[in-house]
């Protein structure tokens, strides 16, 4: 999958992390499990502000919303995702947030003018890590799964 860069003064605090230092590996498996993934055999590894996570998943789409799980935390600037998948697809492009940004904006600049509407593709590519479609913020990194 590769490395993610991520924005480390935006996201998630969890407990122990700082804008210097991720949180500890347990503290990240938390995270992931919160939003509903199975962290059993996820092997994550923080060195400073970098996250490597390796072991299976069961889909190219939950290989990356583990890794923005692990990413959208205080702390983290990059995330190596090194899971191996089940079934594999196509890799989603992913878009960094930025002031003023809505579902609506992003998805049409991601797939055209007139297409604002499809923002609802990006809302369910990125379920359960957003929870409603005007609860993003500026750092957030989000998948842009590409149009059937």
């Known amino acids: ?13 969890l407990f122990g992390a700082s804008e210097a230092q991720a949180a500890t590996a347990d503290d990240l498996k938390k995270e992931v499990e919160k939003h509903g993934f199975n962290a059993e055999g996820l092997d994550i590894q923080v060195d400073g ?9 069961t ?12 990413g959208n935390t205080l702390g983290v600037a990059a995330v190596e995702n090194e899971l191996k998948v089940d079934s594999p697809a196509a890799d ?8 003023g940004d809505t579902l609506w904006k992003i998805a049409e600049h991601h797939y055209g003018a007139g297409k604002g509407g499809k923002y609802e593709v990006i809302f369910d590519a990125n379920k359960p890590l957003l929870s409603h479609p005007d609860k993003i913020y500026p750092g957030q990194v989000l998948r842009i799964p590409p149009l059937d």
């Open 49 to 57: 502000d970098k996250v490597t996570v390796k072991g299976n998943a």
């Open 1 to 13: 999958m590769g490395l993610l860069s991520f924005i480390k003064g935006a996201g998630e605090k």
């Open 92 to 99: 989603a492009a992913f878009y960094t947030v930025v002031k």
């Open 59 to 70: 889909s190219t789409e939950e290989a990356e919303k583990i890794a923005l799980a692990l």
